[in-house]
């Protein structure tokens, strides 16, 4: 009798083991999701954590299905992340559903979450970062990498790399004009140049662009790279004046080449081409890549970008990044604010833009084996965000569009590899 009941436990056991590791979850992203931000973060993590998931492309707002597995519901409701349980049938009929022919969505399976970087210096600066503030609220670590990570060598330890609010032609974000006085401009000055002179480099604007040649490698290489504001143009331009002072006197002790302009190389650069710099030192911008606020003539209750609509299993990686629950997104300014959509070459795929007003938003291509995703515009919950302003608090924006594209980016890389239909 004793033995039988043994027996009996233990095929419980079992039996309920069974029906345990057949439970599906589902984590909708659509307007019924409670906090779309912290969703990314779950499902990151539960590949973190070596378990596998599947991205529904186009169902329900880009949703998430995982098997029920390393306590997945529990940390969803201590996230307040709506999801729904469901049986192994339930799961295979929405899969059914979604792969069908007769629907624009597509199933993507996400394998192994990428190892990311931030390239972000040490010390505090008067502005935040939209991609730090939302890796750490959707609880997703991240290693902080600068200059001279970069240059030795340690960006291939990492699959995924952000670039930090950025001046990559070594101008300090040309706030010489506004804020050369301010002694958190004076201490970032002092800490780059002497950098650079342990570097070997002769300034910081050559240092800066040797880093920019170097993250381009990395690129080459199959790395992942995603820019916002400043990060972006200046990114480019830094490739295009390899071996050109472009430069002032004020940022690095000697004038900027009379010709300059002339002696860009467009065929370097990722994203833009057939730019003018803008050598004017007291001039907040680099280049007229950038839509300035002054030419942003629209109200902000007005000011929206939309989202192009992909093809989900003809275009599988766009159709990764657009993923969202509104197809329009509210507009929001940077240093670097838009792209004028004359000077994105046409390799590039445009992801999002304003429309009537040629002006890009939100854009993706491919270098070597890897990729870039370019957004402009500096914290997509803040429309005019300037120095000293206060660091956004996502728990007042869980579900907010703009973010979410931020945070579609940390898992394209965990996406399994698939060649594109023909």
Same mark, same amino acid.
């Given at each position: 009798?004793?033995?039988?009941?043994?027996?009996?436990?233990?095929?419980?056991?079992?039996?309920?083991?069974?029906?345990?590791?057949?439970?599906?979850?589902?984590?909708?992203?659509?307007?019924?999701?409670?906090?779309?931000?912290?969703?990314?973060?779950?499902?990151?993590?539960?590949?973190?954590?070596?378990?596998?998931?599947?991205?529904?492309?186009?169902?329900?707002?880009g949703s998430f299905l995982a098997q029920v597995e390393n306590d997945?519901?529990?940390?969803?409701?201590?996230?307040n992340v709506s999801m729904k349980t469901m049986s192994a049938s339930?799961?295979?009929?929405?899969?059914?559903?979604?792969?069908?022919?007769?629907?624009?969505?597509?199933?993507?399976?996400?394998?192994?979450?990428?190892?990311?970087?931030?390239?972000?210096?040490?010390?505090?600066?008067?502005?935040?970062?939209?991609?730090?503030?939302?890796?750490?609220?959707?609880?997703?670590?991240?290693?902080?990498i600068w200059d001279v990570e970069v240059l030795e060598g340690k960006?291939?330890?990492?699959?995924?790399?952000?670039?930090?609010?950025?001046?990559?032609?070594?101008?300090?974000?040309?706030?010489?004009?506004?804020?050369?006085?301010?002694?958190?401009?004076?201490?970032?000055?002092?800490?780059?140049?002497?950098?650079?002179?342990?570097?070997?480099?002769?300034?910081?604007?050559?240092?800066?662009?040797?880093?920019?040649?170097?993250?381009?490698?990395?690129?080459?290489?199959?790395?992942?790279?995603?820019?916002?504001?400043?990060?972006?143009?200046?990114?480019?331009?830094?490739?295009?004046?390899?071996?050109?002072?472009?430069?002032?006197?004020?940022?690095?002790?000697? &004038?900027?080449? +009379?010709?300059?302009?002339?002696? =860009?190389?467009?065929?370097?650069?990722? !994203?833009? *081409?057939?730019?003018?710099? $803008?050598?004017?030192?007291?001039?907040?911008?680099?280049?007229?890549?950038?839509?300035?606020?002054?030419?942003?003539?629209?109200?902000?209750?007005?000011?929206?970008?939309?989202?192009?609509?992909?093809?989900?299993?003809?275009?599988?990686?766009?159709?990764?990044?657009?993923?969202?629950?509104?197809?329009?997104?509210?507009?929001?300014?940077?240093?670097?604010?838009?792209?004028?959509?004359?000077?994105?070459?046409?390799?590039?795929?445009?992801?999002?833009?304003?429309?009537?007003?040629?002006?890009?938003?939100?854009?993706?291509?491919?270098?070597?084996?890897?990729?870039?995703?370019?957004?402009?515009?500096?914290?997509?919950?803040?429309?005019?965000?300037?120095?000293?302003?206060?660091?956004?608090?996502?728990?007042?924006? &869980?579900?907010? +569009?703009?973010?979410?594209?931020? =945070?579609?980016?940390?898992?394209?890389? !965990?996406? *399994?590899?698939?060649?594109? $239909?023909?």
């Amino acid at each position: 009798m004793f033995k039988r009941s043994i027996i009996i436990a233990l095929f419980s056991i079992i039996s309920l083991s069974s029906l345990h590791a057949q439970q599906h979850v589902l984590i909708p992203m659509d307007a019924s999701q409670t906090n779309h931000l912290k969703a990314y973060g779950v499902i990151f993590n539960h590949l973190v954590d070596g378990h596998t998931g599947q991205w529904l492309l186009n169902y329900r707002g880009g949703s998430f299905l995982a098997q029920v597995e390393n306590d997945i519901i529990r940390k969803s409701r201590l996230r307040n992340v709506s999801m729904k349980t469901m049986s192994a049938s339930q799961a295979q009929q929405i899969v059914a559903q979604v792969e069908s022919n007769s629907s624009n969505t597509a199933v993507i399976n996400l394998e192994k979450a990428p190892e990311i970087a931030v390239y972000t210096p040490d010390q505090a600066l008067p502005w935040d970062d939209a991609v730090t503030l939302a890796l750490t609220y959707a609880e997703v670590e991240y290693d902080k990498i600068w200059d001279v990570e970069v240059l030795e060598g340690k960006l291939d330890e990492y699959d995924w790399l952000h670039l930090h609010h950025e001046d990559f032609t070594g101008q300090y974000g040309k706030f010489w004009y506004r804020y050369r006085n301010m002694p958190w401009y004076i201490d970032q000055v002092k800490q780059m140049e002497a950098m650079a002179d342990e570097l070997g480099f002769s300034s910081v604007s050559e240092q800066k662009k040797e880093v920019a040649r170097t993250i381009k490698r990395y690129v080459g290489n199959g790395g992942f790279l995603f820019a916002m504001c400043s990060g972006t143009d200046t990114f480019d331009i830094a490739l295009a004046a390899e071996g050109v002072d472009i430069a002032p006197e004020q940022f690095d002790g000697d &004038p900027a080449d +009379p010709n300059a302009q002339e002696k =860009l190389d467009f065929s370097k650069t990722f !994203a833009f *081409e057939d730019f003018e710099i $803008k050598l004017n030192p007291s001039e907040y911008e680099h280049a007229n890549i950038d839509v300035s606020p002054s030419l942003n003539q629209v109200d902000q209750s007005l000011d929206f970008f939309t989202l192009f609509d992909f093809s989900a299993k003809w275009d599988p990686v766009p159709t990764m990044l657009t993923q969202n629950h509104v197809s329009s997104v509210r507009g929001f300014y940077g240093q670097t604010t838009a792209f004028h959509k004359d000077k994105v070459k046409s390799s590039v795929v445009i992801l999002g833009e304003s429309p009537g007003r040629e002006q890009v938003k939100y854009l993706h291509g491919n270098y070597g084996q890897g990729t870039f995703t370019f957004y402009a515009g500096h914290d997509p919950e803040d429309y005019t965000h300037r120095v000293n302003d206060p660091p956004t608090d996502l728990e007042l924006h &869980p579900n907010s +569009p703009g973010y979410r594209l931020i =945070l579609n980016n940390i898992l394209f890389p !965990a996406a *399994e590899k698939k060649k594109k $239909k023909t």
